[in-house]
Nanobody, 120 residues
Framework: QVQLVESGGGLVQAGGPLRLSCAAS????????MSWYRQAPGKQRELVAI???????NYAQSVKGRFTISRDNARNTVYLQADSLQPEDTAVYYC??????????????WGQGTQVTVSS
């Protein structure tokens, strides 16, 4: 079982930055892809950014050039540096991690979510 603890959300003015962190702990043999999703009120959850274990990265078009995803494999932690935030970035941000246990079983894990609110 893996637990994900997110931090770094909050209230920020438009144009400002935030840095989100998500640390994975528990019984896991290997963590594969790590990603961030977000869900705004009344909208579906959407992928923001994903990073594979060998650092291949993809971003949603809406955040390209403003957000940066990175990971620290030694700490089983994924980060999201969000710059030039806009009101439309307001959402609950969720960490998602894929992990293999020692029997080779793959499981997808979700964090509890952290609120990001951007004021205009």
């Amino acid at each position: 079982q893996v637990q994900l603890v997110e931090s770094g959300g909050g209230l920020v003015q438009a144009g400002g930055p935030l840095r989100l962190s998500c640390a994975a702990s528990g019984t896991v043999s290997r963590i594969s892809a790590m990603s961030w999703y977000r869900q705004a009120p009344g909208k579906q959850r959407e992928l923001v950014a994903i990073i594979t274990r060998d650092d291949r990265i993809n971003y949603a078009q809406s955040v390209k050039g403003r957000f940066t995803i990175s990971r620290d494999n030694a700490r089983n932690t994924v980060y999201l540096q969000a710059d030039s935030l806009q009101p439309e970035d307001t959402a609950v941000y969720y960490c998602n991690v894929g992990g293999f246990d020692y029997s080779g079983t793959f499981t997808n894990y979700w964090g509890q979510g952290t609120q990001v609110t951007v004021s205009s």
